[in-house]
Nanobody
Framework: QVQLVESGGGLVQAGGSLRVSCAAS????????MGWFRQAPGKEREFVAA????????VYADSTKGRFTISRDNAKNTVYLQMNSLKPEDTAVYYC??????????????WGQGTQVTVSS
């Protein structure tokens, strides 16, 4: 069982930066691939980025590649999403999720409650 708690969301101006974090409980965190997804009002949940259990492999959505960076610290049971050059269309609730395999689809086993990111123009 893994419990995930996101934090770090907030309001930022377009062009700014924000880092969201996801703290995981449980001693098995390092065995899971981790992903970030987001969901805007009226839209489906979409993939943002994912990282393998070791951190050696990362995958990004085309819309976030080059602007967002996913990383993890297994000693702290935490995964991060650094977001730079933010755009109003990045506004959404951001969710972290854990999976036994690295994937870009929402078929993750564990999900956090989400953190709101709002980018003003």
């Amino acid at each position: 069982q893994v419990q995930l708690v996101e934090s770090g969301g907030g309001l930022v101006q377009a062009g700014g930066s924000l880092r969201v974090s996801c703290a995981a409980s449980g001693r098995t965190f390092s065995s899971y691939a981790m992903g970030w997804f987001r969901q805007a009002p009226g839209k489906e949940r979409e993939f943002v980025a994912a990282i393998s259990w070791s951190g050696g492999r990362t995958v990004y959505a085309d819309s976030t590649k080059g602007r967002f960076t996913i990383s993890r610290d297994n000693a702290k049971n935490t995964v991060y999403l650094q977001m730079n050059s933010l755009k109003p269309e990045d506004t959404a609730v951001y969710y972290c999720a854990a999976s036994s395999v690295l994937r870009t689809t929402p078929g993750y086993k564990y999900w956090g409650q989400g953190t709101q990111v709002t980018v003003s123009s």
